[in-house]
């Protein structure tokens, strides 16, 4: 892969409790002040073509490409803010941090281009370095030079420097043949319906013309552990750490695991300007990128609602007809869309009675399972390495904590007896060495993404162990930071309950539903129910818990929009067919 941090991989976690938000987008104000007039105010006010329940960069994306097709469209956001996950705020005075989501990279470029966002102040940051300290005072630092890259990991294995290469070109070669699978729903394996058949032919026809190493490669990555695909390359533990640190991230896997291998490639196809492997940070964080595209939305006309909890989605004939809000209000239209989770999507916001057994089963045995947490320093400075002296240009992109894949799997070990690591893996970033603007002038903010921190402690609770946790996490960078404690101003502790609290995903669960292979493309969110309908008519579903599932992406919501945009126009066909041969009958009769 073309990107020294090729397999780099960053993702999604918590909330922010007192905290600010960034004043950004009208969408984020100005719309939440609007008056409710009765109770049926979406009936008295306006007529909706589509509601979409959720605000973050899912729901948006949907909304955006609805309106963009003509359809007067609602967003309605439970929340203060717009972009669920996807936040940046204040935690003290000036020091503003990317609360959970923390960067960008499966963002499908069609999505930059279609929904015009560069136009509204779209600026990604490309982070060109991924830093690996070692528990013997060493490290591993990969930048944008391969010359530089090759020298660096021939420090620590001159047969790795060049398998190195080798990997990354294999591994290029599965991510372009997998990459397509991204932009498309999936084909209904269960349909009869001849346009579902000639999806699946192609399908099998697309995998089957594969040289035969790739695709003996994509198998073993999809279905196998990520510490066997990687010791067939590499002998230094330091470069398989960081490697595999991708396999682990939001799902209760340790390097060897099976299934491991799919969340690796999941991430290793992560992406900027072009270029497999390069992950981004968006100017202001994930929260600055959220703002824009409620920016965007809003230019093709829609409505954002912020502070409008929605309770209910309100049904007649087995068809949706609108939503109730928590206070009663009542929003009306043909088309609603849920952005939540399939739990909330399926479980709550609609009586399961009304639903297949089978899938209120499927529903119900989808793992969540989360298993991260975050935590957010602000610091009176940047932290120093001692075999680095008092460089700090190593902190332009990734510090990855996690130097061998049996620290890894260790840390794992902790999360299978239902307690958080002692020893945890951490994907930080000091955003402000990125984006300036995110500290005062000589502070700093460093987020760090914290594996494993399971939703379901054994002997404790996290209202008990959110503080012990920041304990842990703290201590651990000292170890490899010494004097870090010394420069700690404050100190934000985000668990798996807060995430679940906040932001409304079930279980903490980052991605909405666990990267497993059985909760994967045709399986997503559950048999039969992959292509983003739901068995009620004119429901339809949009998160993160659809194909082709999490980080900020936005592939749900533009692919559900797509979706709905198809079923119209396939029911307004009949309805015009109909009028225009009304229009004759009754020209015939004129005449």
Same mark, same amino acid.
């Given at each position: 892969?073309?990107?020294?941090?090729?397999?780099?991989?960053?993702?999604?976690?918590?909330?922010?409790?007192?905290?600010?938000?960034?004043?950004?987008?009208?969408?984020? %104000?100005?719309?939440?002040?609007?008056?409710?007039?009765?109770?049926?105010?979406?009936?008295?006010?306006?007529?909706?073509?589509?509601?979409?329940?959720?605000?973050?960069?899912?729901?948006?994306?949907?909304?955006?490409?609805?309106?963009?097709?003509?359809?007067?469209?609602?967003?309605?956001?439970?929340?203060?803010?717009?972009?669920?996950?996807?936040?940046?705020?204040?935690?003290?005075?000036?020091?503003?941090?990317?609360?959970?989501?923390?960067?960008?990279?499966?963002?499908?470029?069609?999505?930059?281009?279609?929904?015009?966002?560069?136009?509204?102040?779209?600026?990604?940051?490309?982070?060109?370095?991924?830093?690996?300290?070692?528990?013997?005072?060493?490290?591993?630092?990969?930048?944008?030079?391969?010359?530089?890259?090759?020298?660096?990991?021939?420090?620590?294995?001159?047969?790795?420097?060049?398998?190195?290469?080798?990997? !990354?070109?294999?591994?290029?070669?599965?991510?372009?043949?997998?990459?397509?699978?991204?932009?498309?729903?999936?084909?209904?394996?269960?349909?009869?319906?001849?346009?579902?058949?000639?999806?699946?032919?192609?399908?099998?026809?697309?995998?089957?013309?594969?040289?035969?190493?790739?695709?003996?490669?994509?198998? %073993?990555?999809?279905?196998?552990?990520?510490?066997?695909?990687?010791?067939?390359?590499?002998?230094?533990?330091?470069?398989?750490?960081?490697?595999?640190?991708?396999?682990?991230?939001?799902?209760?896997?340790?390097?060897?695991?099976?299934?491991?291998?799919?969340?690796?490639?999941?991430?290793?196809?992560? @992406?900027?300007?072009?270029?497999?492997?390069?992950?981004?940070?968006?100017?202001?964080?994930?929260?600055?990128?959220?703002?824009?595209?409620?920016?965007?939305?809003?230019?093709?006309?829609?409505?954002?609602?912020?502070?409008?909890?929605?309770?209910?989605?309100?049904?007649?004939?087995?068809?949706?007809?609108?939503?109730?809000?928590?206070?009663? %209000?009542?929003?009306?239209?043909?088309?609603?869309?849920?952005?939540?989770?399939?739990?909330?999507?399926?479980?709550?916001?609609?009586?399961?009675?009304?639903?297949?057994?089978?899938?209120?089963?499927?529903?119900?045995?989808?793992?969540?399972?989360?298993?991260?947490?975050?935590?957010?320093?602000?610091?009176?400075?940047?932290?120093?390495?001692?075999?680095?002296?008092?460089?700090?240009?190593?902190?332009?992109?990734?510090?990855?904590?996690?130097?061998?894949?049996?620290?890894?799997?260790?840390?794992?070990?902790?999360?299978?007896?239902?307690?958080?690591?002692? %020893?945890?893996?951490?994907?930080?970033?000091?955003?402000?060495?990125?984006?300036?603007?995110?500290?005062?002038?000589?502070?700093?903010?460093?987020?760090?993404?914290?594996?494993?921190?399971?939703?379901?402690?054994?002997?404790?609770?996290?209202?008990?162990?959110?503080?012990?946790?920041?304990?842990?996490?703290?201590?651990?960078?000292?170890?490899?930071?010494?004097?870090?404690?010394?420069?700690?101003?404050?100190?934000?502790?985000?668990?798996?309950?807060?995430? @679940?609290?906040?932001?409304?995903?079930?279980?903490?669960?980052?991605?909405?539903?666990?990267?497993?292979?059985?909760?994967?493309?045709?399986?997503?969110?559950?048999?039969?129910?992959?292509?983003?309908?739901?068995?009620? @008519?004119?429901?339809?579903?949009?998160?993160?818990?659809?194909?082709?599932?999490?980080?900020?992406?936005?592939?749900?919501?533009?692919?559900?929009? @797509?979706?709905?945009?198809?079923?119209?126009?396939?029911?307004?066909?009949?309805?015009?067919? !109909?009028?225009?041969?009304?229009?004759?009958?009754?020209?015939?009769?004129?005449?």
């Amino acid at each position: 892969m073309p990107k020294s941090t090729a397999p780099a991989t960053k993702r999604a976690t918590s909330k922010s409790v007192g905290a600010k938000a960034a004043p950004k987008a009208s969408a984020t %104000r100005g719309a939440a002040a609007r008056p409710a007039g009765s109770k049926r105010d979406g009936a008295a006010d306006h007529a909706w073509d589509a509601i979409v329940i959720g605000g973050g960069h899912n729901g948006l994306t949907n909304a955006a490409y609805l309106a963009k097709a003509g359809l007067r469209t609602l967003v309605l956001e439970r929340r203060h803010l717009v972009g669920g996950a996807a936040i940046t705020e204040e935690l003290r005075p000036g020091y503003w941090f990317t609360t959970f989501s923390y960067a960008l990279s499966l963002l499908r470029p069609d999505i930059i281009h279609e929904l015009e966002l560069t136009r509204h102040g779209f600026m990604p940051i490309l982070m060109p370095t991924t830093f690996c300290p070692m528990e013997n005072g060493d490290y591993l630092l990969l930048g944008q030079d391969h010359g530089e890259n090759h020298r660096e990991i021939a420090r620590h294995s001159r047969h790795d420097a060049d398998a190195y290469d080798a990997f !990354n070109h294999d591994v290029l070669k599965v991510c372009q043949a997998i990459k397509p699978l991204l932009d498309a729903a999936p084909p209904d394996i269960f349909s009869d319906d001849p346009e579902e058949l000639v999806a699946l032919a192609m399908l099998g026809s697309r995998f089957r013309r594969l040289d035969r190493k790739v695709l003996h490669d994509a198998v %073993r990555l999809l279905t196998g552990s990520a510490a066997d695909f990687l010791d067939d390359y590499f002998e230094s533990d330091i470069l398989k750490g960081y490697i595999a640190s991708s396999s682990i991230i939001g799902t209760k896997v340790g390097p060897y695991s099976q299934g491991s291998g799919l969340v690796l490639l999941y991430h290793l196809m992560g @992406e900027h300007d072009g270029e497999f492997g390069a992950w981004a940070f968006h100017k202001r964080g994930n929260g600055g990128f959220t703002q824009l595209l409620a920016k965007a939305a809003e230019s093709f006309g829609v409505e954002i609602r912020l502070e409008s909890p929605v309770e209910s989605v309100i049904t007649s004939g087995g068809r949706a007809t609108g939503v109730a809000l928590a206070d009663g %209000r009542e929003f009306h239209a043909p088309i609603v869309v849920s952005a939540l989770d399939p739990r909330r999507t399926f479980l709550e916001l609609v009586d399961p009675r009304q639903l297949p057994t089978d899938l209120v089963d499927a529903i119900t045995r989808f793992r969540f399972q989360g298993t991260s947490a975050k935590v957010n320093f602000a610091l009176d400075g940047v932290p120093r390495y001692p075999a680095l002296g008092d460089r700090t240009d190593q902190y332009r992109g990734f510090t990855n904590i996690g130097p061998s894949m049996e620290y890894l799997e260790r840390a794992f070990d902790d999360a299978k007896y239902g307690a958080f690591s002692t %020893r945890p893996y951490l994907d930080c970033a000091i955003q402000s060495q990125v984006d300036p603007d995110m500290a005062p002038p000589g502070k700093a903010v460093m987020s760090c993404f914290v594996q494993y921190a399971p939703y379901h402690l054994r002997e404790s609770d996290w209202d008990t162990q959110r503080q012990p946790l920041g304990d842990t996490v703290q201590a651990t960078l000292e170890s490899f930071f010494p004097g870090f404690g010394d420069l700690v101003l404050q100190r934000e502790v985000q668990t798996p309950l807060d995430i @679940e609290r906040t932001v409304g995903l079930s279980e903490g669960n980052i991605f909405a539903g666990e990267f497993l292979a059985p909760q994967m493309y045709f399986f997503r969110p559950a048999p039969g129910w992959s292509q983003y309908r739901t068995p009620i @008519e004119g429901y339809y579903q949009c998160g993160s818990g659809t194909h082709p599932g999490g980080c900020v992406m936005g592939a749900p919501g533009k692919l559900a929009a @797509e979706r709905i945009i198809r079923d119209r126009g396939r029911a307004v066909a009949p309805d015009r067919a !109909n009028a225009v041969a009304r229009d004759r009958q009754g020209a015939v009769a004129r005449a």
